[in-house]
């Protein structure tokens, strides 16, 4: 039992008052010692005659030393705490002994004592205090009228009162009375006010959370659930709801509070009630405070019934007044969403109260600021989301129309190029040469164009995800013999000079063949088309061990996150290098982009559909390579990639 009493009191006391209670403490041994320091020097010639007083007054300053220790160890709290009461006591009824007895007027220092208690604790000990202080005089004043403790005969504090004898115990316990209930009236103001600061922090801390919770919610749906829950909770309303207006139809979205008992209390009243429904907007047009909240204007009205007038579609009567009685609300607070552009809603609080603070308004309107950023961040969001959806369905019938498109025209167009061959070969009959020179033209168009058709194709069986890569070991130093001789007609044509480096120690590659001649074709042409005539264009291919090695040895690899664990069995770096028109510097990150072509006068006038590099971008992908271009306008254009070895 002593242990739980220890408990106890260290569940009231600890922390709060250990510091209060060492102080006092503190203050206890001080005056102790100033009293001994007055008690020599004004009592010198009585120290005899008050040998007792003396004794009692020591052994209470041991007492007090004694608690003091206790509490600085956090031992024996209660009986500390007893001795030091004890102590106060029997010090401050010697004192009123020694300077008159029952007569004496240093009766008042119980009632400071009793003020000090209040002052430092509470008004409830405070109280016991003066019962305690009261019931010591009493017992020095009984004594001292019947002769039990016969009044000290002291000049100095010889008092010859004519008072009525009971004149003092009365004014004592007046004044104790008086103290007392000062203490609580102070502590009853201290309360209040830690009430009110305590309400404010707990509505600004849940605000604050709930502000953090509502930024990482995506969904408009939840996101207007939890602003509405997190008003209820953290400025402690009667209830609350949301009205939105709706940016792709003439509607209003009401939101109810997704949690606790506030939603069954309005459905109990409204059986078919949902969290969050439509109204069309003409419903809230005729209502004088939704026209001036849309205006941007904070309202405040007599209850719920009030702020529904003029809704057209407003409950019955006798359901708000069931919604008001059942949910306690007495005042209305309106206040509208407001974005930069426009009022995107409002939010309306049912207070308890029949008035509501200053504050309680400014910190809900700070709140509604920033709830609609957050709801014009979500509705942008899903805007975007759908948007997306449909850019995607968009590009997913353009994929398939260009599929279909493409195998379409394949058709046809291979007949045409296999017509026009026999034709110059003359198998169907001999012709001139100015027809000879029609059919080379027409060859050579139609062969651009079927080019063109397999590019698109590929690149519509990129976007669909159905490209699939035929690996197969294969001799890189042969691949590059092949591209050199097909390449050379398209190099003979425009007089250029083409410069075929390749790495004699080449290893046996593990990738597609088919479309990595396809990256380097495309490449050299491009190279091609860009550089006027007689230029020099540059094929150059080697490998390394690993990446690290790449890095040492080549310069202008552009700064990226990359995956070195991909090039663990080594790589192959390609480039293709030309003295053409060259590019732009802000036109290079997008030259890669599907369909895009540089927008300047020179390369207008080049032929070229702008599939060639974004292919290219996606087959070095595809192996799990990087490509990168450098280039400079008027001085040429240097493409490079990289892919694994195996």
Partial sequence: MKREGHNILETISFPEYKARHIFLARLRLAIFIGFWFLYVIFLKDSLGETKFVTLAILICFLLTTISYYNILNNVLIIPSFAMEVASDLISMTSIVYLTGGANSRYYLIYIFYTLGAGLFFNYKVSLLAAIFSYLFYIILFVSNYLGVIPPLNIPSYSTGSSEAPYTYPILLALFLALAVYATKIAHHFTQDRERILEARNKELLALQEMGSAIRTVTSLKNLLLQIVDGVLEGLDFAFCFLLLFERDSD???????????????????????????????????????????????????????????????????????????????????????????????????????????????????????????????????????????????????????????????????????????????????????????????????????????????????????????????????????SIERSIAPLVKRKSHILSVETDKAMPVVFADEKRVQQIILNLLSNAIKFTPDGGRIKLASCAFMDFAAFLKEVKGFPTMDVDEERFKNGLVFCYVEDNGIGIAREELPRIFDVFHQVDSSVTKSYEGSGLGLALVKQFVELHGGIVWAESELGKGTRISFIIPIS
Avoid at 256 to 271: A, M, N
Avoid at 350 to 369: G, M, N, T, W, Y
């Fill in 251 to 481: 509607s209003v979205r009401c939101v109810l509070p997704g949690r606790g008992d506030k939603f069954l209390s309005v459905r109990e009243v409204f059986k078919t009630v949902q969290r969050q429904f439509l109204l069309p907007r003409s419903a809230i047009d005729e209502s004088m405070a939704f026209r001036q909240m849309r205006q941007g204007r904070i309202i405040f009205r007599q209850g719920i019934r009030e702020m529904f007038l003029g809704v057209s579609q407003s409950p019955e009567i006798e359901a708000l007044n069931a919604i008001e009685e059942r949910l306690g609300a007495k005042r209305a607070v309106g206040i509208p969403l407001v974005t930069s552009r426009e009022v995107i809603g409002v939010i309306i609080g049912l207070a308890r109260e029949p008035f509501v603070e200053s504050e309680k308004v400014h910190i809900f309107q700070a709140f509604a600021d920033q709830a609609a950023l957050v709801i014009e961040a979500a509705m942008l969001i899903e805007e975007l989301k759908r948007k997306n959806i449909a850019l995607l369905e968009a590009n997913r019938v353009k994929s398939e129309f260009l599929a279909t498109m493409s195998h379409e025209l394949r058709t046809p167009l291979t007949a045409i190029i296999g017509f026009s061959e026999l034709l110059l070969e003359g198998v169907m009959g001999s012709i001139t040469e100015e027809q000879k020179d029609s059919l080379k033209e027409v060859l050579v168009n139609a062969n651009n164009l079927l080019e063109m058709i397999n590019n698109l194709l590929d690149m519509a069986k990129i976007d669909s995800g159905k490209m699939e890569l035929s690996r197969r070991s294969f001799d890189w130093g042969e691949m590059i013999s």
